[in-house]
């Protein structure tokens, strides 16, 4: 097992190296840079200053020497210092990173909770009202785009009801480590995740409702059948742990959709991540951050292959990792 | 020697919805299956075996299924029984076996807790007494190391295990009646040899009835003491083994007989039965259903409205299409073979 | 000469593991294996499942490569030839395919799949491919008409029909049928060995004859090779393979044959039981410290077997 | 001086409402009475901020707004943008004008208790000037033109002779020309040094005490900060203007896309308001608008040349817009009114000069600009010889070519492109044949790439400029000023600049003269087309008391807002 | 965001090995109700949207004026007007032409790609199939949204052809695998044997006997693509990295509703191009999911 994990670590290297180059040449290759008409609110500027900035930043050396001063600092855990926040970028990740993993947790606990019972039912009653409802709303929320829903969401329930928090991670009036500061915290994750939640079922249904259609006439089905097994346990011991294998399976591969879905979650609901960081990032060509957050998504990607495989083998006795 | 009936299907119609429409692939099929007693189900792939197995345990999905006539477990009817009723009695009363072991096994669940699964629904022992009759079982099923098998998953072992874990499961509660349908079609001939030798061993042991679905006749003749034969829904022969290796008279019974090859003796030519078995919209649902597929036997020889009949004690055929059908070996005259 | 000769043919699939995902070990699928076919005759491969038999087949038709070892089609190396010569091999070998099913290309009709290796190897007018298409196909026994028909039409029987028609029209010498029935019906199987005999003659064909069924092995072949883990143990014609076996698992084997007289249950029983036990007992005449099988040991002009 | 907007405002409103905004309050009305409350202030924004609190790294425009609740410069400002002795500070400007010196009251003291010091601006001045300092200040002609700032920030002495710390309180900056923009561009904003000191100036501007714990000697202090989201302050009772009024201060971020409904909500007590959503905020009753014009204009300009980076200086070498009727005919060509009104509802208004009238005292009231006539347009084309020569209704060039501009336009925000669109139909309506650069608007780093690279698929551009408070527009059109985008260089030009930034400009009143002869000359060569003056609209709740639009509170201070209910008002 | 769908894994379809797989689908889709209905609904939008595009004049369309900005719905203006004052009718009928035929686009380049790559690397496996799973490991781990800006950046002239270009150069390897998965299984059926033991090149193995095969599946999985791809280009024009107004699109029309006034009183800027993507999404998911079942025989109605 860890013999195997190490294995796939070893093989993501070249990959992640190769990924290193072509975001690099590609953050190089963006027009202008971070100083590329950004002196907005500092108006106070001559060319000579401008030009000692950039080759204080080192953007005047060739993309190689760049790049070399980069991997080498990369590898030493060394991020860089964002130009536009004028801090490491550890720093800054970690201040952010925080935020989004919790979202996407929220999002993918949510989106579980909400899409399992709903697959489950729509897979075991095929063809009844409830599972043409069912797949009526996965369609529905396949067709709706993300950020007019959540525009939606955060007016409905946010502003009209009143319900939930508009913007922000947390209220910033109450005390760290109180109770009332993870109350807090909670509140301003409803609405988001629900947002990224309900939009994001739609797989997850889908998967699940073929997959217990498919399982539920397999054999070993019968045989549970034969024994005597009453159905609610049919499907709790035997369809349904079968038919989860495949989103499990999936896991891994939602994480890179969670990255995509947190930019218009986070910017919608003013939710300080990384989505809405690499955004103003991209935006304003603040390139040690970019590459830090690329880096980091691709490695998040990898392993969530990697997790997925991981899960697969501890629910699956047939894929033995040696 | 008198036998118990366990066993009484009475004019069982098995029917599914094609379009919109109902077809039976089983159609008026009547059996008696006695305790201790091992009856045989031949016949060509879709001729309704298995159709009439899965009806006898309701497994056939409702909603697509309908039903007809009586099947008398120990007396009591089980065609009009609620799932949950049917869960008292299946695993417990009747066990079955299925053909492929792979697929008959669930994947994730270790093969010691899917036999053990059957205890939990019929027995109140204790997880313990569980584990240890499941070991039994395994034993006696001819596992070489229960307490290791115990914990393996089903793809860690060879098929012909798979099969005595199967096995194992049908047998977990003690059954009064097994359905084995095709049991060891999937096997070597080796491993063959051995699950029937362990079948016909446990009958003997525990005395129940054995419904054996195959197509193999070797298998037949070695385990049966009955047969039925199957074609197109229908039972066209039944009788006791022997009768019906020395004696068939439908015609079909005898073409299978004839096309077989066999290790025994060689023959330059086969027989050979001609056409196919129409499919279920297509079978012929009027008349002798095997009429298609003899061409030398004239139409008229064939009944208008078959039945089963009994010819000589035990011995029952359907259409008297046979009787002007020559076979030299045959000595129907010496015996009190007639139409009633 | 031998028409076919098969000279130590191992064939190796490489297992792969550790840190690298290097070949550390080898599956012995086909293991040092030699045997003989003469030109019309019937040779039969007979084994329990996974001991090679499909594996050997495959490799004499170049599906699958051989590791090691020769195969001789009248005297030429066919494991030698490249690509391009191995090309003109082609036709004199030909398979029949185990499942009439996945055999035939379920989208092309009946003319396109007979007429594949006629557009691969000759050039002939549409007409003139037509005529010998029917020509096959009538010759095995299906009316002309069928060949705008697509497979999914027909009985497995007819498919298996087909595929053997597909298989004649290059006029090939040597035909490999892979469990050519086990995939049939019993009533449509003897339909398909009655014709593969009766082709024969028409065609000098020569058969390599694979399958675990020693009812239909016994019935088709002239010379049997009984396979174990990729190994003969035993081989000769069929006559001394069936009524003077030798080794302890063809014993085995034919015992465990089901007798379909059911007077003769409990004689068979009995047999059964015997055979197990010397099984038991002799494992170690038979066998090595391995449990691998010996080498073949010639014990009569035509007989040889795997013992010490 | 100088910059550039990113933020171009999203647009819209109804086609019959006109607004205008001189009309505007510039300040709250409320005459309740003060209450001891906690205020929320609004950073309308799509992103967090940076969270560099500290004046002399910060460069977004959300750290800015952060700041003036804990910190401010030593010297306030009058209307005009000029220093005064009102502040924290008073100030004393030689004979020579070259040098200030500035006495630091003697109750001003940082949030932590120890004074603030001479020494403390000092610092300021020698972490802008170090070497290894990370931020923009350095830019600065002002600060680069202290005597001995050169050889400090070359690293030769480790102290800049021209500043003097001449008593705790006191110290004096000696430059080495004199120049009027001292008077409304000296850095008076000081560093607690004592705070500091320990930290390398390389790592300032990462450091906690600069972006956790940040401290200032401005009316609140920092109580703490969520990164990026939101910072709460408490009242400082120790400020040195007297104990301010309001209890403390919430500031978050808001998305311009809710920022409404968290006004209505109350959940806002002021927001700089998006204009292009005011057409509907419009009429809200918990909630007043105060407006001021800001210090900023559009324009649209003409590629004359490129930048020499060696030599350092602009030079006028593309012939395609070197004849000057044509450049006037496209400034005649397009509908400024049109746009301010349908467009910005009035938000937006016609700009007649490179010299806001943000600066009352430098506006050139009288200077007419170039109102829409096609007419006109399209006299001057053809004195110039651009006419249609081959009748498809487009004019070629005086040779009889083809003549295709290139124009480049930003996007960003719904009204760019059919603000874009609407130029270029205005130009063909004259006969001019205009394409975007592309076919498309170029996304922000690409235009100023372009435009700042002298693409030359460039020929002309929109853009806009942030002035600042000095009103000095050598660092935007300056022979030897980068920011000069169009490139345009002409000798009377440079006397001009000079002459405003002299000694002699010193005297308000020949320093408006110099600049209407500016705004002159610019209007008569048309470098650039000034097109439009922006508004800046902000939104406060009716339970705020004392506060006004402009930003750079002259007439208003923090100390004095205050609330006259414990809630907001809610709709 | 939305493209995801299409996903790493895609939903199994099992192949019915019938020629007439095309008349089962046929008929299939004539039995669902829905699935009719979506068609012929479909068709008539097509029908609508593409007849009267020829009709009307694009430039008109597009073309600002300053007089009727945001004008509500009337008889001169069916759908009222945007903040450029431009139709928005005329918009909905050239973006919906432009949306339909850049999703029809993205789905038959990324289908023909993906087809190609996962025929060649299900067929020929070994290190052929390695090396290409590798890229495709690669491009999934690729930030797409950068590589969007910086081929917008990049490319002279952004339109769309070449947003169809960029989007299709991320989006076909969902496809590649799911294709490769198939051939994978395909090549192991005896038909594939037996071609290759009758001296049949591989590459006619590919296309003449392995691709036919493929056919339900892919055509399945290419509808209930199209679906996903309809919409493709809205989450970009809210990230201001979609196509160019001149270039009207549903997409473009939807992501005005980021501007909170236009969500909440302007519902005809943004609502009708809603309910069309809508509409058109289900349609196509319907028939896709009527042709799945015609191609998976477990699902079929009867
Ligand atoms: N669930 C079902 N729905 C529709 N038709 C069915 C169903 N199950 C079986 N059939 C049809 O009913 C007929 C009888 O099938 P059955 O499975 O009983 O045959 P069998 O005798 O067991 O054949 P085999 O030897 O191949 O197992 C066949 O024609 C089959 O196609
Ligand atoms: N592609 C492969 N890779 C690895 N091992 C293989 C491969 N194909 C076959 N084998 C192994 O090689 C051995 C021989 O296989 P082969 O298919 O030749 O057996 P067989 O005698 O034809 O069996 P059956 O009767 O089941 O068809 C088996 O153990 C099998 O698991
Ligand atoms: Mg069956
Ligand atoms: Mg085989
Ligand atoms: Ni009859």
């Known amino acids: 097992m860890l013999k195997f994990i190490l294995r796939r670590i070893v093989i993501m290297i070249p990959q992640l190296f190769l990924l290193s180059i072509l975001v690099f040449l590609l953050a190089k290759a963006m027009p202008g840079d971070a100083l590329t008409g950004r002196l907005a609110n500092n108006p106070k500027m001559d060319a000579q200053t401008l030009a000692e900035m950039k080759e204080k930043l080192g953007l005047n050396d060739p993309p190689y020497v760049q790049y070399v001063r980069w991997i080498k600092n990369l590898m030493q855990g060394d991020l860089g210092i964002s130009y536009i926040h004028q801090q490491p970028v550890t720093d800054l990740l970690s201040e952010r990173i925080g935020n989004t993993l919790l979202l996407s947790a929220c999002i993918l606990i949510l989106s579980y909770i909400i899409a399992i019972p709903l697959g489950i039912v729509s897979g075991r009653w095929t063809n009844s009202l409830a599972d043409k409802l069912i797949v009526g709303y996965s369609y529905l929320s396949f067709a709706t785009p993300l950020f007019i829903f959540a525009l939606l969401m955060l007016f409905v329930f946010g502003f009209i009801l009143g319900w939930f928090p508009t913007g922000g991670s947390v209220n910033i009036q109450v005390e760290k480590g109180t109770v009332d500061y993870y109350i807090s915290k909670i509140n301003h994750l409803i609405l988001p995740s629900l947002s990224g939640a309900l939009l994001s079922t739609v797989g997850t249904i889908q998967y699940l409702r073929n997959e217990i259609i498919d399982t539920k006439i397999k054999d070993f089905v019968k045989t549970a059948r034969a024994k005597g097994v009453p159905e609610s346990r049919i499907y709790s011991r035997h369809i349904l742990r079968n038919s989860f294998l495949p989103i499990a399976a999936f896991l891994g591969y939602e994480i890179t959709g969670l990255i995509g879905g947190s930019i218009f979650l986070e910017s919608i609901f003013s939710y300080p991540g990384i989505g809405q960081l690499f955004l103003q990032s991209i935006m304003q060509r603040d390139y040690s951050v970019i590459t830090a957050l690329v880096m980091i998504s691709g490695l998040a990607t990898l392993l969530g292959t990697l997790l997925s495989d991981i899960i697969l083998s501890a629910v699956d006795p047939r894929i033995r990792i040696e | 020697m008198s036998k118990q009936p366990i066993l009484q299907i009475e004019n069982l119609r098995v029917s599914f919805r094609i379009h919109d429409e109902y077809y039976a692939a089983v159609d008026g099929v009547s059996l008696t299956v006695n305790e201790n007693e091992v009856v045989a189900i031949v016949g060509e792939s879709g001729c309704g075996k298995s159709a009439l197995a899965l009806s006898i345990m309701g497994l056939h999905p409702l909603e697509r299924t309908k039903l007809e006539g009586t099947i008398a477990f120990k007396g009591k009817n089980l065609l009009p029984l ?185 023959k330059e030519k086969l027989h050979v039965i001609q056409g196919i078995v129409p499919s279920l919209q297509k079978l012929p649902r009027t008349g002798c259903r095997f009429k298609s597929r003899i061409s030398w036997i004239d139409e008229s020889e064939h009944e208008k409205n078959p039945i089963l009949r009994e010819v000589a004690p035990g011995h029952w055929v359907r259409c008297t299409c046979y009787k002007n059908f020559y076979f030299p070996q045959d000595n129907i005259g010496d015996m009190n073979y007639g139409i009633s | 000469m031998a028409f076919l000769k098969v000279n130590h043919l191992k064939v190796y699939y490489p297992v792969r593991g550790g840190f690298f995902r290097r070949v550390i070990d080898y599956v012995r699928a086909v293991d040092d294996v030699s045997f003989e076919l003469e030109q019309g005759e019937t040779y039969g491969l007979v084994g329990e499942s996974g001991c090679g038999k499909t594996t050997t087949g495959r490799t004499i038709i170049g599906l699958i490569k051989a590791t090691a070892g020769e195969i001789l089609l009248e005297g030429k190396d066919l494991t030698k030839l490249s690509r391009r010569e191995f090309y003109h091999y082609r036709k004199d070998i030909q398979m029949i395919f185990q499942d009439p099913y996945s055999s035939l290309n379920p989208r092309k009709r009946v003319l396109d799949i007979i007429a594949e290796p006629l557009r691969n190897f000759e050039k002939l007018s549409p007409q003139e491919e037509k005529r010998k298409v029917q020509y096959f196909v009538e010759k095995v026994g299906l009316h002309p008409e069928s060949i705008y028909k697509y497979p999914h039409e027909f009985s497995g029987g007819q498919r298996q029909r087909i595929g053997i028609a597909r298989a004649l029209t290059l006029n090939p010498k040597l035909i490999i049928a892979d469990e050519p029935v086990s995939a049939l019906d019993v009533s449509v199987q003897a339909q398909v060995l009655n014709f593969m005999k009766e082709i024969q003659k028409e065609f000098q064909l020569t058969y390599l004859f694979i399958s675990h069924d020693l009812g239909i092995i016994r019935h088709m072949c002239d010379r049997i090779g009984i396979m174990y883990r990729g190994q003969f143990v035993e081989e000769g014609t069929s006559e001394e393979i069936f009524h003077d076996p030798q080794h302890i698992y063809t014993k085995r084997l034919i015992s465990a044959i089901p007798n379909p007289n059911p007077q003769h249950r409990q004689e068979q029983v009995k047999l059964r039981q015997e055979i197990d036990k010397e099984y038991h007992n002799s494992y170690h005449q038979y066998f090595d410290a391995e449990g691998r099988v010996y080498p073949l040991k010639r014990i009569s002009e035509t007989h040889s077997v795997a013992i010490p | 001086s100088s910059t550039s907007s990113n933020k171009e405002p999203n647009q819209n409103k109804q086609t019959s409402q006109k607004e205008d905004i001189s009309k505007f309050p510039i300040a709250v009305k409320n005459d309740g009475k003060l209450v001891d409350g906690v205020l929320t202030y609004g950073l309308v924004y799509d992103t967090p901020f940076e969270g560099t609190l500290s004046r002399a790294f910060y460069e977004g425009q959300p750290d800015a707004e952060v700041l003036q609740f804990f910190d401010e410069p030593l010297l306030r400002m009058n209307e005009n943008y000029e220093i005064t002795n009102d502040g924290a500070a008073t100030y004393e400007l030689s004979n020579d004008k070259k040098t200030i010196t500035i006495k630091i009251k003697d109750n001003v003291n940082w949030h932590d208790g120890e004074p603030v010091k001479a020494e403390d601006l000092e610092y300021a001045y020698l972490v802008i000037g170090n070497k290894d300092y990370t931020g923009v200040r350095y830019g600065d002609a002002l600060i680069q033109d202290i005597v001995g700032m050169e050889e400090y920030h070359s690293g030769k002495t480790n102290k800049i002779s021209g500043i003097k710390v001449i008593d705790d309180k006191t110290l004096s900056i000696t430059w080495k020309h004199a120049n009027p923009s001292v008077l409304t561009g000296i850095w008076t904003s000081p560093l607690p040094k004592h705070y500091l000191k320990d930290i390398p100036i390389k790592q300032l501007a990462q450091s906690d005490k600069i972006r956790k714990n940040p401290i200032g000697f401005g009316p609140f202090k920092i109580k703490k900060i969520v990164p990026g989201e939101s910072v709460e302050f408490v009242r400082n009772d120790d400020y040195w203007e007297g104990k301010p009024n309001l209890k403390g201060v919430i500031v978050k971020v808001v998305s311009p896309k809710v920022v409404l409904q968290s006004l209505k909500k109350g959940e806002i007590d002021i927001a700089e308001f998006p204009t292009d959503q005011y057409v509907n905020a419009k009429g809200t009753k918990n909630i007043q608008f105060i407006g001021a014009i800001d210090l900023a204009y559009n324009y649209i300009g003409f590629k004359l040349g490129h930048w020499d980076a060696k030599k350092q200086e602009n030079v006028m070498d593309n012939p395609k817009f070197q004849n000057k009727k044509l450049r006037q005919a496209m400034a005649y060509a397009i509908d400024n009114q049109a746009v301010a009104d349908k467009l910005y509802h009035g938000l937006r208004f016609p700009a007649t000069t490179l010299i806001p009238p943000s600066f009352p005292g430098y506006y050139d009231k009288t200077a007419k600009g170039y109102s829409y006539n096609p007419e006109k347009a399209k006299k001057l084309l053809d004195e110039a010889g651009y006419k249609d020569k081959d009748g498809d209704g487009l004019r070629e060039d005086p040779n009889g070519k083809k003549f295709t501009i290139n124009f480049l336009s930003m996007s960003g925000g719904d009204i760019a492109e059919p603000l874009a669109k609407f130029y270029i139909q205005c130009w063909k309506d004259v006969g001019l044949d205009v394409q975007l650069v592309d076919g498309r608007l170029a996304e922000f780093n690409s235009f100023y790439d372009m435009v700042e690279k002298d693409d030359p698929k460039v020929d002309v551009f929109a853009a806009a400029w942030y002035t600042g408070t000095d009103v000095d527009p050598y660092g935007l059109y300056g022979r030897d000023v980068m920011f000069n985008y169009s490139r345009w260089v002409n000798d009377k030009n440079d006397e001009l600049l000079e002459k405003g930034h002299s000694e002699q400009a010193f005297d308000t009143e020949y320093r408006k003269e110099i600049y209407n002869q500016w705004q002159e000359l610019m209007n008569e060569e048309v470098p650039v087309i000034p097109t439009l003056y922006r508004s800046i609209i902000y939104a406060v709740n009716n339970r705020v008391k004392n506060y006004s639009a402009d930003v750079y509170q002259f007439n208003w201070k923090w100390k004095d807002v205050g609330v006259t209910s414990e809630t907001p008002e809610v709709e | 965001m939305k493209a995801e769908l299409g996903g790493p894994q895609q939903v199994e379809v099992q192949t019915e090995k019938s020629p007439s797989s095309f008349s089962i689908m046929w008929r299939e889709l004539v039995r669902d109700k829905l699935a009719l209905g979506s068609l012929i609904l479909l068709s008539i939008i097509l029908l609508i949207v593409y007849g009267s595009s020829l009709i009307l004049d694009k430039e008109e369309i597009v073309k600002v004026d300053l007089l009727s900005i945001y004008a509500p719905p009337s008889s001169e203006h069916w759908l009222g007007t945007d903040y450029g004052g431009r139709d928005i009718f005329g918009q909905l009928i050239i973006g919906a032409r432009n949306s339909f035929t850049i999703g029809l686009a993205i789905t038959l380049i990324t289908g023909f790609i993906g087809l190609t790559v996962g025929l060649i690397a299900g067929y020929f496996g070994g290190v052929v199939d390695n090396i290409i799973m590798r890229i495709i490991d690669f491009i999934l781990v690729l930030p797409f949204l950068m590589l969007v800006i910086v081929f917008v950046a990049i490319v002279p002239k952004y339109n769309v052809f070449t947003f169809i270009l960029i989007m299709s150069a991320f989006l076909w390897t969902g496809k590649a695998r799911l294709i490769r998965a198939k051939t994978l299984a395909e090549r192991e059926l005896d038909y594939v044997s037996a071609s290759k033991t009758l001296g049949t090149p591989d590459w006619k193995i590919i296309v003449r006997e392995i691709l036919p095969n493929l056919s339900s599946i892919i055509i399945v999985n290419l509808t209930l693509n199209l679906a996903g791809n309809i919409g493709i280009e809205s989450g970009l024009s809210y990230l201001g990295f979609g196509l160019p107004e001149s270039t009207p699109s549903l997409g473009t029309l939807v992501s005005y509703a980021m501007n909170p006034d236009v969500l909440q009183n302007k519902w005809w800027v943004w609502l009708p191009a809603s309910l069309l993507i809508l509409v058109m999404m289900l349609c196509i998911n319907f028939i896709g999911q009527a042709l799945k079942r015609a191609a998976d025989a477990r699902q079929r109605l009867g």
Request: charged share 20%.
């Open chain 2, 82 to 266: 609620s799932v949950p009723q049917l869960n008292q009695i299946r695993g417990k009363d009747i066990g079955m076996i299925f053909q492929d072991p792979l697929t008959a096994l669930n994947p994730l669940m270790s093969v010691g807790r899917q036999i053990e699964e059957s205890m939990d629904y019929h027995t109140k022992l204790s997880s313990s007494a569980k584990r240890q009759r499941t070991l039994e079982l395994l034993k006696r099923v001819g596992i070489p190391n229960p307490e290791k098998t115990y914990d393996r998953y089903p793809h860690e072992l060879s098929g012909g295990m798979r099969q005595r874990i199967v096995i194992a499961i049908a047998i977990a509660c003690e059954p009064s009646l097994i359905i084995a349908d095709e049991p060891t079609t999937a096997l070597d001939v080796t491993i063959q040899a051995q699950i029937m030798g362990l079948l016909k061993e446990l009958q003997q042991q525990m005395k129940t009835g054995i419904i054996l679905i195959t197509h193999d006749l070797g298998v037949v003749a070695e385990m049966a003491d009955r047969v039925a034969v199957m074609y197109a829904g229908e039972i066209v022969e039944l009788a006791d083994v022997n009768t019906l290796f020395s004696r068939p008279l439908h015609p079909y019974t005898r073409s299978l007989l004839h096309s077989i090859p066999s290790v025994q003796t060689r």
